[in-house]
């Protein structure tokens, strides 16, 4: 089995199989973000606790790709420092910036490096940064509530 494939049924089973994928009731902040482009839709919770994430929950619709993107995302965030978080936001950012050149740090970004081929396709990396923009969004909100 080659790379592109496994990382196929990785995209696959994290949009059957999402993590993350319920509202919770409490929440620090809430956001919806939309992909005018193609529909795609996502609502995120986020909750901080003890200078950590201690929940990161979402509900969406779209494609295959964008979901499982908010599935990684929601799991590979949920127990970081809001700052650790961004480095890992900032690293896939420049995974998906990379027009495919770049395979991704998997140490850092784990599943999140299964997206690397979706950067060879512009139209599409929307989609996958669709739930890491609404966490980047939300946690802009939660440091402007602090301050």
Same mark, same amino acid.
């Given at each position: 089995?080659?790379?592109?494939?496994? #990382?196929?049924?990785?995209?696959? *089973?994290?949009?059957?199989?999402?993590?993350? $994928?319920?509202?919770?009731?409490?929440? *620090?902040?809430?956001?919806?973000?939309?992909?005018?482009? %193609?529909? *795609?839709?996502?609502?995120?919770? !986020?909750?901080?606790?003890? /200078?950590?994430?201690?929940?990161?929950?979402?509900? /969406?619709?779209?494609?295959?790709?964008?979901?499982?993107?908010?599935?990684?995302?929601?799991? !590979?965030?949920? /127990? $970081?420092?809001?700052?650790?978080?961004?480095?890992?936001?900032?690293?896939?950012?420049? !995974?998906?910036?990379?027009?495919?050149?770049?395979?991704?740090?998997?140490?850092?970004?784990? *599943? +999140?490096? +299964?997206?690397?081929?979706?950067? $060879? #396709?512009?139209?599409?990396?929307? %989609?996958?940064?669709? +739930?890491?923009?609404?966490?980047?969004?939300?946690? !802009?909100?939660?440091?402007?509530?602090?301050?």
């Amino acid at each position: 089995m080659n790379l592109d494939n496994l #990382y196929q049924e990785v995209i696959l *089973d994290h949009y059957k199989n999402p993590e993350n $994928k319920k509202l919770s009731i409490q929440k *620090d902040v809430q956001v919806h973000h939309l992909n005018p482009s %193609c529909g *795609d839709e996502i609502t995120l919770n !986020l909750t901080l606790e003890g /200078g950590l994430i201690s929940d990161l929950s979402w509900e /969406g619709n779209g494609c295959s790709i964008s979901m499982a993107s908010a599935s990684v995302m929601s799991g !590979l965030l949920t /127990g $970081k420092a809001p700052s650790e978080a961004m480095h890992i936001l900032d690293s896939f950012m420049e !995974l998906m910036q990379s027009k495919g050149n770049s395979k991704g740090d998997e140490n850092l970004l784990e *599943d +999140a490096v +299964a997206f690397a081929g979706v950067s $060879k #396709y512009p139209a599409r990396i929307k %989609c996958a940064l669709l +739930a890491w923009m609404a966490f980047k969004d939300a946690s !802009l909100q939660i440091q402007e509530k602090s301050k």
